[in-house]
């Protein structure tokens, strides 16, 4: 496995797209959330209002420990589109130059080729969730009055590993079977942003749970926005059922690039 | 030993039979050629034995007991086009292909030297012209000196200095004791480097046999040959020639007569039959037949092929 990773890694160290999408994630997901940690606690800190102080009480302030690590998690969600439309790109490059029929000419299996994008995979998450853990551990520290409890939150690291794995098992899937560039972005974007909130809004109508456990729903729900007054909350089920359901449609959803990839023409 | 056996290779696009029914052999140490007209089945065909391609039904084998990625990882091949990464050194893309072969990295100076291509190593794959490609993709086959070498369509897009480097090199290679596959559509170039041909036509193998075998040989044209001749007046000279016993076809061309005959009739008695009929004859030219006479014997003529 490290073999075929140091293989993908020859193909994009010197890819400037690969490093402008990827220093978009490393370096704006950091600046976006320190800086909005810092005006928010400026904000509460000012705040003389009754009202302001409510709204105080109520939000039970995002940027401190132990909820920096759900606020990081969270806020980290939202950048990493960037690293699943990266993803996207890096297998329907191979399809665009027909390298993919090049690696398995030149001596690769089938598998050993999902293997190697697999290997891409494990190192976004890898990296992206350290980013995560870093950044919720500096502005906890930077803004939280005491380390008491600082580490009660920390599970919001680990559900941001599962979403990220989740989007780019997705990412994927749709690469494989699209296999254009631009179409498999637009419809990555369209089941991230729409499809799925929309089975969500469909399948919550008269109290149902069953909303919770759409595609990327089960993930979104694990890091739900810090900012949303927890009376606002409807969710009931609990969340090892949604860590349930998610690692079931990543295992869904890679046994189906296997299946058809390994019986697939190549072709462009 | 075979290097390469194809047994009853079928391969379908829906209702359309890409290869139906194809069964070869490629022995060790030849140059073996795929001819056939665009879109007749070549590529389908080196797409399967390398498995980029799946089998509708048929099967393959390659000599040797290893699995097929390990017997692809010995195997230099072309197929189609050249695939590179666009962004990438010529350099950095050999290195990829070496890599994932698991042998050949130290080969790389000098197959770009094979090429000449190795002053222009370092620059991305996206800034060289078509010939170069060709050319870069022709080096990648040569990486760790493989046995076997697949080659589709070789000479594609190359310059005629090009073409007939890359055939000496073909050759080459196969003094060295190396087997070659080669698809190809230009009669000439399988004429003039195959030591074996497999014409396929339309997905259905056609003939299969060593070049002179194919030429010489098989169904109701076996040993015959082409005279060319012409005369003052070509058009009397076809009146009289079809008065001739024994003759098969008789084909005007821009430089006089063809005419094909079995191997029986000689030069002679063509001669003194047209002296005979009051013709005296301007050339009389002898050929053994060519290998785009048999092929067009054995696809037909039209362009549809």
């Excluded at chain 1, 998450?125 to 600082?150: C, E, H, Q, R, W």
């Excluded at chain 1, 560039?181 to 749970?209: H, M, R």
């Excluded at chain 1, 990327?216 to 926005?225: Q, R, T």
Aim: proline fraction near 3%.
């Amino acid at each position: 496995m490290l073999q075929l990773f140091k293989i993908e890694w020859l193909k994009i160290r010197t890819y400037r797209t690969f490093w402008v999408l990827f220093a978009g994630f490393i370096i704006f997901f950091p600046v976006a959330f320190y800086l909005s940690a810092y005006k928010y606690m400026e904000r509460m800190n000012d705040a003389k209002t009754m009202e302001e102080n409510l709204l105080k009480a109520l939000l039970d302030a995002p940027f401190v420990f132990p909820r920096a690590w759900h606020a990081s998690a969270w806020m980290g969600g939202l950048f990493f589109v960037l690293i699943g439309m990266l993803f996207i790109l890096l297998i329907t490059n191979e399809v665009q130059y027909r390298t993919h029929r090049q690696n398995i000419i030149d001596g690769w299996s089938r598998m050993d080729f999902l293997k190697a994008k697999f290997s891409i995979l494990i190192f976004f998450v890898i990296v992206s969730t350290l980013l995560i853990f870093i950044m919720g551990l500096v502005v906890g520290t930077v803004f939280s009055p005491s380390t008491a409890k600082m580490f009660d939150g920390v599970k919001y690291v680990g559900y941001f590993a599962l979403m990220a794995t989740l989007y780019l098992v997705l990412a994927f899937l749709v690469a494989i079977l699209i296999k254009r560039t631009g179409l498999s972005i637009i419809i990555y974007f369209a089941i991230v942003c729409i499809i799925d909130n929309v089975l969500w809004l469909i399948f919550t109508l008269k109290e149902s749970q069953v909303g919770y456990y759409m595609p990327l729903e089960a993930v979104d729900s694990l890091v739900p926005n810090p900012f949303k007054p927890k009376m606002l909350e409807k969710r009931t089920v609990a969340d090892y059922t949604l860590v349930i359901a998610a690692v079931t449609y990543i295992a869904i959803y890679a046994w189906v690039i296997i299946t058809y990839f390994r019986k697939t023409d190549l072709k462009t | 030993m075979a290097i390469l056996r194809i047994e009853n290779l079928t391969k379908n696009y829906g209702s359309v039979k890409a290869l139906n029914n194809v069964s070869f052999a490629v022995p060790p140490k030849t140059v073996f050629g795929i001819l056939g007209p665009n879109g007749s089945g070549k590529t389908t065909l080196l797409g399967i034995v390398m498995d980029i391609l799946k089998v509708s039904s048929g099967s393959y084998k390659w000599a040797g007991e290893d699995t097929p990625e390990g017997l692809r990882k010995k195997i230099g091949t072309l197929l189609e086009t050249p695939n590179f990464y666009h962004y990438l050194s010529a350099e950095t893309n050999l290195k990829i292909a070496a890599k994932i072969k698991g042998h050949g990295e130290a080969d790389i100076d000098k197959v770009l030297q094979t090429v000449n291509l190795y002053e222009r190593r370092r620059s991305k794959f996206n800034t060289y012209s078509l010939g170069m490609k060709q050319r870069l993709a022709i080096a990648s086959t040569l990486l760790g000196d493989p046995e076997i070498l697949v080659f589709d369509e070789p000479t594609n897009g190359l310059d005629p200095a090009g073409i007939a480097e890359i055939r000496e090199l073909i050759k080459e290679l196969n003094r060295q004791g190396k087997t070659i596959i080669m698809a190809s559509h230009i009669l000439d170039e399988v004429e003039k480097v195959c030591t074996h041909v497999a014409i396929i036509q339309r997905g259905v193998l056609k003939t299969v046999g060593s070049v002179s075998e194919v030429l010489n040989t098989s169904g109701a044209n076996a040993a015959s040959i082409l005279i060319e001749l012409s005369a003052a007046d070509n058009q009397h000279l076809k009146n009289i020639l079809q008065q001739m016993p024994g003759i098969e076809t008789i084909s005007e061309t821009e430089n006089g007569i063809e005419v094909v005959c079995p191997e029986s009739i000689s030069a002679e008695q063509v001669n003194k039959f047209c002296f005979d009929k009051g013709i005296v004859l301007g050339k009389l030219n002898v050929k053994r037949k060519s290998l785009e006479t048999r092929f067009l014997e054995i696809t037909g003529k039209q362009s549809d092929r």
